[in-house]
């Protein structure tokens, strides 16, 4: 007897299904499909990330112990582990990754009104990336040194929320500066950026624009000082001065004037270098803007740990990829469904709940919010927490 649906078929409740056709149809997802569409395909990839499955054989052996079951999830295809396989070998990669970017924009209007930590009342974007490794024999393609595999993720992270508003998958040797080519800049934002990216031709783009960047010197960026401003060395702020470049090259490509703040961190016990187009906040308040970046290194540290994109179910680079844009597709899902019906508990623990109650026909809103919840994670006193909402 029938008495509701499942807390998965709700949960997918949340997919624009119609955006989902439209990806579909973009990359003929569904061409001599018989039996297990793209539809089932983001099911059975969804329930893996949502129950830590292992391998296929893990999430062939669940969905068939629960075949009765199945069917209310809305996975409608013959479910077998060769065709999953299969599916994630063939079916373009980009379907998904197209659906991914549809999310972006409904998880980071929804969280559009989340505080920053700050009186800062502008966008704050974080621009950093991190390499996944891969076993080399078994993913040749994947060569990033002679002895290792390996991709890279970016991410353009939005800090009020922690919602990706740009996301990207590339080989480990792509370096990290050429994704500033992808990121089209928002006048008014800042942009807060490793000394990985620091090229002045593409600062100066960010710029030219009306946006604001904060960024880390290296010891190689020769500045020359034009101007220094007094500061308050109690607060940490050693120095704050105009400065311009020095080399002919780093001139022509940004002939403006830049300000340079040194900011000594008395707990880690580093000096560090700042340069941004800003003139007008304090130093401070720039050198605290710099933390922000700590907030890309987190959601990276947290989709590692409780999404499956460090094991993957396929070798191919098409398995791999699709894997990773189905996560995060997972991720924003379950973040639209947390500020839709206004849940307390942290995404880590929703992520808990759902793992064990997906095949129970319960409404999800009684699921995720009537319990006494404490969440698992240790809390460390000097470290920045990613989801403490």
Not at 167 to 181: E, G, I, L, Q, S
Not at 320 to 328: C, G, N, P, R, S
């Amino acid at each position: 007897m029938n008495l509701g649906r499942t807390v998965f078929s709700q949960l997918m409740d949340y997919v624009p299904k119609r955006e989902f056709r439209s990806c579909v149809e973009r990359y003929r997802g569904n061409y001599r499909c018989r039996s297990f569409s793209c539809w089932d395909q983001f099911l059975c990839m969804a329930f893996a990330q949502l129950t830590y499955r292992e391998s296929l054989r893990d999430i062939e052996a669940c969905l068939r112990s629960f075949a009765d079951k199945v069917y209310h999830m809305g996975i409608r295809g013959r479910l077998s582990r060769s065709t999953l396989a299969d599916a994630n070998r063939t079916r373009d990669w980009r379907i998904y990754g197209d659906f991914g970017r549809v999310l972006i924009p409904i998880a980071r209007g929804l969280y559009a009104d989340e505080e920053l930590g700050s009186d800062l009342r502008r966008t704050v974007y974080a621009l950093d990336s991190t390499v996944v490794d891969l076993c080399l024999s078994l993913c040749p393609w994947s060569r990033f040194t002679p002895t290792r595999g390996a991709i890279k993720l970016h991410t353009l992270l939005d800090i009020r929320g922690n919602i990706p508003a740009f996301f990207r998958v590339t080989r480990a040797n792509v370096h990290d500066v050429n994704m500033m080519d992808f990121v089209v800049p928002e006048p008014g934002s800042f942009y807060v950026l490793d000394r990985a990216y620091l090229d002045f031709r593409r600062l100066y783009r960010l710029t030219s624009l009306g946006a604001w960047f904060v960024i880390r010197s290296k010891t190689s960026s020769r500045l020359r000082r034009v101007y220094s401003r007094p500061v308050d060395k109690t607060t940490g702020v050693r120095s704050d001065q105009t400065v311009r470049t020095v080399w002919f090259y780093s001139r022509q490509d940004y002939p403006q004037y830049l300000r340079r703040i040194r900011y000594v961190d008395v707990e880690n016990h580093r000096t560090l270098t700042f340069i941004t187009n800003n003139f007008e906040l304090p130093a401070l308040t720039i050198a605290e803007l710099y933390r922000c970046r700590w907030q890309a290194e987190l959601f990276f540290k947290w989709i590692k740990q409780h999404l499956r994109i460090k094991k993957f179910y396929g070798t191919s680079e098409n398995a791999v990829k699709t894997q990773i844009w189905i996560a995060l597709s997972t991720y924003l899902l379950v973040a639209i469904a947390k500020k839709r019906l206004a849940l307390e508990p942290n995404l880590y623990t929703i992520l808990q709940i759902l793992s064990v109650t997906l095949f129970e026909k319960t409404p999800i809103l009684k699921a995720l919010s009537h319990a006494n919840y404490t969440s698992g994670e240790p809390h460390v006193h000097n470290q920045l927490q990613l989801f403490n909402l």
